[in-house]
T-cell receptor, first 113, second 112 residues
């Protein structure tokens, strides 16, 4: 079955620690995205990547970093510079950057205390 | 002003009822429109695209009014399984890619 996997489902970290969230897809999609979702807010775009070794900042990139070394993988690092890291993080992919339908992974719920 | 605005609800309806959600968007350059469904603590999933002429998928009907920048979703004969949050989503071309802008969602609770 094709799809997007994110791990872990729940993650707990102490303030000041960097943490990396995993996102893998086997849909052979070129484009991948990271969003965060907070209560009472819509999904907000953190970073996106059109192809391997290329990525662009979204609306709220500060305090985050990404890499795209393989087509299938787009990990997100939440750094200690991110002021409010506790959130639900969603990874998505589309066949190309111009495709409309985004397929989402199951998400990672990060709690930083 | 938010780019996409929705009434957060919750809308509490009995099984079998008809319920309608509305959504307004501010960017007149928006090109495509969608409704996504999100179950509690899960990822959003595409419910349906919204076309200018309006479109129907079973019990679900979506309408678009470009002049008023307004999108609607009508659910007929509500089922318990329809309980979820419905996200209104618009897309527009932004620096070479189709950016999706998500509303905060409208929560629907269908009771027996």
């Amino acid at each position: 079955d094709g799809g997007i996997t994110q791990s872990p489902k729940y993650l707990f970290r102490k303030e000041g620690q960097n943490v990396t969230l995993s996102c893998e897809q086997n849909l052979n999609h070129d484009a991948m995205y990271w969003y965060r979702q907070d209560p009472g807010q819509g999904l907000r775009l953190i970073y996106y990547s059109q192809i391997v070794n290329d990525f662009q900042k979204g609306d709220i990139a500060e305090g985050y970093s990404v890499s795209r070394e393989k087509k299938e993988s787009f990990p997100l690092t939440v750094t200690s510079a991110q002021k409010n890291p506790t959130a639900f993080y969603l990874c998505a992919s589309t066949r190309t950057l111009g495709s409309y339908e985004q397929y989402f992974g199951p998400g990672t719920r990060l709690t930083v205390t | 002003r938010k780019e996409v605005e929705q009434d957060p609800g919750p809308f509490n309806v009995p099984e079998g009822a008809t319920v309608a959600f509305n959504c307004t968007y501010s960017n007149s350059a928006s090109q495509s429109f969608f409704w996504y469904r999100q179950d509690c603590r899960k990822e959003p999933k595409l419910l349906m695209s919204v076309y200018s002429s309006g479109n129907e998928d079973g019990r679900f009907t979506a309408q678009l009014n470009r002049a008023s920048q307004y999108i609607s979703l009508l659910i007929r004969d509500s089922k318990l399984s329809d309980s979820a949050t419905y996200l209104c989503v618009v897309s527009y071309l932004n620096t070479g890619f189709q950016k999706l802008v998500f509303g905060t969602g409208t929560r629907l609770l269908v009771s027996p």
